[in-house]
């Protein structure tokens, strides 16, 4: 009795709304026993949303929700908590002493059924909060199922709950149910005035507006009959609707081996390449790596090594299976429990024959992950991803439980086995789901809670600022500011034509006052047929122009390979037709020098990949063998891609360093699985209809290089950015996958769409990217984006590229090259010929030409470079033969003019105060021309001039 | 007692890491370590002392070397599994070396031998990826290449850079990866076999005495300061730790004269044999000697798809002569125990001989031999099946003889190293010291 009397006691003070007297009172009170009744007075009921639900989001719904569901009970719906568990109902509207979930919370902590378990019992004014709520009747709000949610996260809801929300959107935006087990999940997300995301799916009310129709569990909606109704979500002032129709709601759909069964396989991790995946299998069991050869797969579990895999009579200890939940020994682990749906697929598959799939079924051919984009601010906040598979019949599957995800920068947001995305640190990630043979990705961004930002209102020059500000607004970075007018014609001279500007340029620049004059300077600059040259030599790298004596290219072709791709640049012919005079021409490797890139490489499928590589800056080399592992493409991608260069044929010309090259209207090459040839398809496009005979590289051409290739533009597009940023918006820029997204995708995509509409025309895009404010940033950082590498809120420093670096210095030491087959004089970047290079430029990595591949210009520094500036000739020969010292004294110059002349001719400025004042005294005056020398050696060695910045 | 600090941990110290320096305490972490551990917060953390290997000699056998025509013969195996040669005895009782390595048979009472080495990825430069890094390849991240590594733990010993390429950077893989570029390796840039052979640049231009350098070093310095104060970035500290390599090269002659391989007399230079695989060894030999960390040299190319004879006959005669060479020349010199030479490549080649008379990629099972540095003598670690398919026992992963190489250092590869992103990174993912080769 006096438990019963203290308890009433601590409860009648609880409703006190006091805390203070709570806490004081707490050691009087006498926790409850089972069976005690509890009486209380009647108050008023608290509210659900602000105070009822973080109660039981943090502390109950963990093992009673959807994931886990203790003792049979689960209290994330009403229905559910009325129904409760194995103890009975776990609350009764209203009635306090029939509410087993009251009587557990009251439970002394160590009593064996006192929950939350294991100590981490409610606070008193929880625990009070929730039996007043009972006691009012348990109020829950219309069509809310509750998720699970830390304290962390609770903290980030009840922040966002003070801001506003601008819209709501509902992932799919609309739902097809076609089976008799079809369902779909449904996530809601609201954004927010700041453009901050965040899921809202549980905080919502749902309902079907028809329950005839279909219904609603788990967030997920099941048929039940045909027809057609909506979903109605609301969240806080926000509604939508959702048309979701029902067809075959009574049917059921068949088992298959490709639909349903290779996914678990894919899901399971089975056929990776570190397992079963891998080229010789794994433990004598191969499977296709991730699942390129279904009907191979199907043969090597129900034929191979007789019939020991499947067990029909007793399908459920196939040893597939028993391998799989680990009931025998697996070298992997147990993979998936008895419990699982995947145990499921695989023994209802068994049970039904572990047939073949029928030629007609439906394929999959393409997938959506949703949300399309995200940015979720706050370590702990979280946005379930979800997956629809789209297949060749018309219908859908919400495929998201058959899904890998990956994500490729844990640190900011992780995304665990279902698809649940947790943010963390500042930043972006890019979130990877992979069914079937496809994989798709969005952006996640990251930011911290409540920073301190606010957008700033900048200029903007052109399109490129605005989304790259765009950009950044998303990631809260402010840009750097302008640069100076010198640094700016330093920079755009040595990226548009590779050198420095002399002593009038720069006069004349800098004693221009009009607004315009950098864009003027851009103009003039992009006249100048050293902007050809710069384009020419990187073309000549994408093209391997080079003598190779085994691959049969004389110098005579080279050079006339050389001169083709020049004549073609200088004239600004627009880059689609230099790519299908390439890519179709035929003739005489002297006569028609566009056909000596059907010379340079010999191997058609080589052929293909530099095709893909170059002109759409995808590598899909590793298909040739098997379903690209981090991309989208098949083997069978591969083999259609290369059915297009199959038809290739070369015959000696009439001088023997000629080659021929022409159509042969006939050869295939097999696909290496069936060994049938694969009918041409473009990369990522449709299969044409070619007639018999015709020059398929005629067709392929014209795809290609037109707006029907979305990669083409693109990946032109981001080889001009790389050029004048140092990176490519896709880094590297002929690693276009998946899983190397675009730094700035609208960005990317804009480029592409103008430089379409500009026809190609390549320098029009030139002089917008160096129009654009971005470019024209200094690369002095702020607080905000000093650790921004990849989204160009600022300039960055680069190395000067070999061929550039070396006509530099000899530009401002006034010497002159000599190369093999050029005159005296000449520039690096004029040379031909990818054989001819000297101890200089392969020092600091000139490309080899030996493959496509962008990373043979190397930017790295390295201690020969330092050496070589330090001690090579190079410099110390340079300055000598130059004579421009001697000169300059003989001119009558003084010192400090000449360290000005030298100051501008390597800086393009004039030396600082302290930087004059400590030089000057540093000339000993009887020997004048060897301390000016060496001043001249340190400009050469100093990072200023090594760098473009 | 609350506020005793030796009882106080950091609040980001979880249980998890706590226990983890247990742990490690148990395998003889001192108590200053545990400070340094926690120092760099969640990161793990070893200090790096100088092992038995005091510098190592990678010689890197690009194109993927068939074990079965080297250090794996299958001499009972039907003929289109044997190959074309015959195998021969060995100095270690009851091992056989293909008859291709009849120098090398001589001194396998000083070297290791492992046969089971396997891994996944039988293209070339994913295989040298694996020997070079420690790491399968990830579309993700860049790692470094063990010489960096190196390079990053220790830095420069005696003037000399701590990590050198013969004749110049092999592969994209031997590079810093995720590291600053400054620990890039050198890349001699010239080959020790030709006649006239000399690493550029190491020394002063005529007229330019030691004074003048001085004077120029500072004038650079001068120059130089402006610019360093308004920028900062990886490339231009990378550029700024390579002069100040190139300036301890340049001001020590020892350092220099490491690299000049006309010190060395005829007779050595015969020994090791006068062609690529023989003066690039001999050219090791004196780096490590002189105080070079780590060396990497390659020779050859073993990509024998086609007539695996002839290929062997032109290539396998110079390493084996050098091969054998650079050990017992080591060992002559007592420097034996304190380098460890390993001799691999990105995979071995497929157990029987296909239509050109040659041997495809593979990568299941190839040879590695360890020697000296803390390895053990004359011994066959592992072996592979009869037929050379897979690894019989005591299969080698490329995890494993990371962390092996790198224990016999003094680095535990357990160490995380920071990547960009703040994304702490192991030296070596999950790989184990193999105590049976060790000494």
């Known amino acids: ?949 | 007692m609350k506020n005793s600090p030796c009882f106080e941990f950091p609040s980001h110290f979880s249980r998890r890491e706590f226990l983890h320096v247990g742990l490690v305490g148990g395998l003889g972490l001192t108590l200053a370590d545990f400070f340094r551990f926690k120092a760099h917060g969640a990161q793990k953390y070893y200090e790096s002392r100088e092992g038995k290997a005091k510098s190592v000699i990678h010689i890197y056998l690009p194109g993927g070397m068939a074990h079965q025509e080297s250090w794996d013969p299958k001499p009972y195996s039907p003929l289109e599994y044997r190959g074309p040669f015959n195998s021969i005895p060995t100095k270690i009782p009851g091992v056989r070396f293909s008859e291709n390595f009849k120098e090398s048979a001589k001194i396998a009472d000083k070297i290791t031998v492992c046969r089971s080495m396997t891994h996944g990825e039988a293209a070339h430069e994913r295989g040298t990826h694996n020997m070079f890094t420690g790491y399968r390849p990830s579309p993700a991240t860049s790692f470094p290449s063990m010489g960096s590594v190196v390079s990053h733990e220790f830095g420069s010993r005696r003037n000399l850079p701590p990590y050198v390429c013969i004749p110049k950077v092999p592969n994209e893989f031997a590079g810093s990866g995720y590291l600053s570029s400054s620990f890039g390796p050198f890349g001699l840039g010239s080959d020790p076999a030709d006649e006239n052979f000399k690493v550029r640049d190491l020394t002063l231009p005529d007229q330019i005495c030691d004074n003048r350098f001085s004077k120029r070093k500072s004038l650079l310095n001068v120059v130089d300061s402006h610019f360093r104060k308004l920028e900062k970035s990886d490339a231009l500290g990378a550029m700024d730790k390579f002069y100040n390599d190139a300036y301890s090269l340049i001001s020590s002659e020892e350092a220099r004269n490491a690299f000049d391989l006309s010190k060395e007399s005829d007779k050595l230079k015969e020994r090791y044999g006068r062609n690529e695989a023989g003066q690039r060894m001999l050219l090791s030999r004196r780096l490590v000697e002189s105080g070079v960390r780590f060396v990497s040299m390659t020779y050859g190319g073993w990509d024998m798809h086609q007539n695996i004879q002839a290929g062997f006959e032109k290539h396998g005669p110079n390493l084996d002569k050098a091969f054998a060479a650079l050990i017992s020349d080591l060992d002559d010199r007592g420097l034996l125990d304190s380098t460890l030479v390993m001799l691999s490549s990105e995979f071995g080649r497929t157990p029987k001989i296909n239509k050109d008379n040659g041997r495809d990629h593979y990568p299941k099972v190839f040879s590695v031999v360890l020697a000296g540095g803390g390895i053990t003598r004359g011994q066959v670690y592992g072996s592979s099946d009869a037929f050379a398919t897979a690894p019989e026992d005591n299969p080698l992963s490329v995890e494993d003889l990371a962390t092996t190489v790198y224990d016999r250092l003094g680095i535990v590869a357990d160490k995380e190293l920071m990547a960009p992103g703040d994304r702490p990174m192991e030296i070596v993912d999950g790989g184990k010291v193999i105590n049976e080769i060790c000494v």
């Open chain 1, 1 to 949: 009795m006096m438990r019963y009397l203290g308890f009433l006691l601590f409860l009648n003070l609880a409703s006190m709304d006091d805390a203070s007297k709570l806490e004081a009172s707490a050691s009087n009170t006498v926790p409850l026993k089972k069976g005690d009744s509890i009486q209380l007075p009647v108050t008023k009921s608290p509210d659900f949303n602000r105070e009822v639900r973080p109660i039981l989001e943090s502390s109950c719904i963990s093992c009673h929700g959807i994931n886990e569901q203790k003792g049979g009970l689960r209290l994330d719906t009403l229905s559910h908590s009325l129904r409760g568990g194995e103890s009975g109902p776990s609350i009764v509207s209203g009635e306090i002493r029939d509410s087993i979930l009251l009587e557990r919370i009251h439970l002394p902590s160590e009593d064996m059924e006192a929950m939350p378990p294991e100590g981490k019992s409610l606070s008193d004014p929880q625990k009070k909060i929730l039996s007043r709520w009972i006691e009012n009747g348990a109020n829950w709000p219309d069509g809310v199922q509750l998720k699970q949610f830390n304290s962390q996260q609770l903290s980030l809801r009840e922040k966002a709950d003070k801001k506003e929300v601008v819209s709501l959107v509902a992932y799919p935006q609309a739902i097809a149910l076609d089976a008799k087990q079809d369902f779909q999940s449904l996530i809601l997300v609201a954004k927010y005035a700041d453009d901050v995301t965040r899921e809202v799916t549980s905080e919502s009310s749902l309902k079907v507006e028809d329950s005839k129709i279909a219904s609603l569990q788990d967030f997920t909606l099941f048929p039940v009959k045909d027809g057609k109704t909506k979903v109605i979500a609301r969240f806080k002032d926000q509604k939508i609707e959702i048309p979701l129709s029902v067809r075959g709601a009574l049917e059921e759909r068949p088992i298959s081996f490709k639909l349903d069964v290779m996914p678990v396989f894919l899901k399971a991790g089975c056929n990776t390449g570190s397992c079963h995946g891998s080229a010789r299998g794994q433990d004598r069991f191969m499977l296709s790596l991730f699942g390129y050869d279904p009907e191979g797969d199907h043969h090597r579990i129900t034929r191979e090594q007789g019939t020991r895999r499947v067990n029909l009579a007793l399908p459920e200890e196939s040893m597939l299976v028993e391998k799989a939940i680990g009931a025998v020994p697996h070298t992997g682990g147990k993979l998936f429990g008895k419990e699982s749906k995947h145990w499921s697929t695989l023994v209802s598959w068994l049970r039904k024959g572990a047939l073949k799939d029928s030629e007609n079924i439906a394929k999959p051919e393409k997938i959506e992950l949703f949300p399309t984009s995200a940015l979720l601010e706050g370590a702990g906040a979280t946005q379930q991803m979800s997956v629809l598979a789209h297949y060749s019949d018309g219908t859908t599957r919400d495929v998201t439980k058959l899904t890998v995800f990956q994500s490729n920068n844990d640190l900011s947001a992780s995304v665990d086995d279902h698809g649940l995305v947790t943010a963390g640190k500042r930043g972006e990630a890019f979130i990877m789901a992979r069914f079937n043979v496809f994989t798709v990705g969005v952006q996640v961004v990251v930011i911290p809670e409540q920073l301190e930002y606010e957008r700033p209102k900048l200029p903007t020059n052109n399109y490129i600022d605005s989304l790259v500000h765009d950009k950044l607004h998303k990631l809260r970075i402010t840009p750097s500011g302008l640069c100076s007018d010198e640094v700016f014609i330093r920079r755009v001279f040595l990226d548009i034509i590779g050198l420095l500007p002399n002593q009038d340029d720069l006069n004349d620049f800098l004693e221009d006052q009009t607004p315009d004059k950098r864009s003027k300077l851009i103009d003039k600059l992009l006249e100048r047929k050293e902007f050809t040259e710069i384009w020419v030599m990187k073309f000549a790298e994408l093209l391997q122009i080079q003598t190779d004596d085994n691959q049969g290219m004389s110098y005579k072709s080279t050079l006339l390979y050389f001169n083709w791709l020049k004549d073609r640049i200088a004239n600004n012919v627009p880059m689609d037709r230099i790519v299908k005079e390439l890519l179709t021409s035929k003739g005489g490797t002297f006569v028609n020098p566009a056909t000596n890139y059907y010379q340079v490489v010999k191997d058609n499928l080589k052929i293909t990949e530099n095709v893909a590589q170059v002109f759409m800056g995808m590598r899909i080399q590793c298909a040739q063998c098997h379903n690209h592992p981090f991309d989208q493409w098949t083997q069978d991608d591969y083999y259609s891609f290369a059915s297009f260069f199959s038809q290739i044929g070369r015959k000696r010309g009439a001088d023997p360093r000629e080659s021929i090259i022409y159509s042969k209207k006939s050869g295939e090459i097999d696909h290496p699985v069936h060994k049938k040839p694969m009918p041409a398809k473009f990369l990522g496009g449709d299969a044409p209809n070619i007639p018999k005979g015709h020059d398929r590289r005629e067709i392929l051409a014209n795809w290609l290089a037109s707006p029907d290739n979305p990669f083409f533009a693109r990946n032109l597009a981001n080889v001009v950015w790389a050029h004048f940023f140092g990176q490519g918006i896709i880094e590297p820029v002929d690693d276009v996958r998946i899983s190397n997204p675009p730094s700035n995708p609208e960005l990317l995509d804009d480029l592409a769409r103008r430089f379409t509409q500009y026809e190609y025309d390549f320098k029009k895009l030139v002089r917008d990217v160096c129009n654009s404010r971005t470019y024209q940033l200094s690369t002095q950082s702020n607080l905000s984006n000093e650790d921004d590498l990849r989204n160009f809120s600022r300039a960055h420093l680069r190395r000067l590229r070999a061929e550039v670096m070396l006509d530099v210095i000899s530009q401002v030491t006034q010497t002159r090259n000599k190369f093999k087959g050029l005159p005296l004089g000449a520039k690096a970047i004029q040379i031909a010929d990818g054989k001819i290079s000297n101890y200089f430029l392969t020092t600091f990595g000139r490309a080899t030409r030996e493959t496509v591949c962008s990373c043979e210009v190397e930017m790295e520094p390295s201690l020969s470079q330092a050496l070589h500036l330090m001690n090579g000739d190079t410099t110390n020969n340079r300055i000598k033969q130059g004579k421009l010292v001697t000169e300059m004294i003989k001119d009558g110059m003084d010192d400090s003019q000449i360290l000005d002349d030298l100051y501008t001719r390597c800086y393009s400025r004039k030396p600082n105060q302290e930087e004059k004042k400590v030089l000057l005294s540093s000339i000993d005056q009887d020997a004048k021309q060897q301390s000016l020398e060496d001043i001249f050696w340190a400009l050469l060695n100093s990072k200023e001039f090594i760098f473009n910045h």
